[in-house]
């Protein structure tokens, strides 16, 4: 991957429907080449996936938070991939350093609705306790999965 296919990928990342032409404009190649690279990048498993992005409280998903997981014992990360899979809510997890084992996001329609999947976390085998913290405003979102 050189500077152009960073150049190409933060386009898409603007904006997925962007045209060949005009991505090409702005990094100085022509359409055919853009697509060569796009494809090849898709080929390399470098972009995996072309999506939207819906706004959430369009969406009816505006409650969210940041939920800090803490278990009992040592869990490996697929015992706890396989409990927060079940919870729709969950939008991302990642396992962290320091006292939390793992980080969740999560978005629920309401206050009520983000309780009861807490609820379906902290019941699951080895889930000690957890600690969260509701989202009030967002500032900054950058999506660069």
């Known amino acids: 991957m050189d500077n152009l296919d960073r150049s190409i990928l933060d386009l898409l990342r603007q904006n997925a429907r962007a045209g060949y032409g005009d991505i090409g404009s702005s990094v100085g190649l022509s359409a055919s080449a853009v697509k060569r690279r796009v494809d090849r990048l898709v080929a390399d498993g470098v972009i995996r996936s072309f999506t939207i992005q819906v706004d959430p409280a369009v969406d009816g998903m505006s409650t969210e938070a940041y939920v800090e997981l803490f278990c009992r014992g040592t869990v490996a990360p697929d ?26 996001h999560m978005r629920a329609r309401d206050i009520a609705s983000l309780e009861d999947a807490l609820e379906r976390v902290r019941i699951a085998p080895n889930v000690d306790h957890t600690r969260s913290a509701i989202v009030l405003s967002r500032l900054v979102n950058r999506s660069r999965d």
């Open 79 to 104: 015992e706890l991939q396989r409990i927060l899979q079940q919870v729709p809510e969950v939008v991302y997890a990642g396992t962290v350093t320091g006292s939390a084992d793992a980080i969740v």
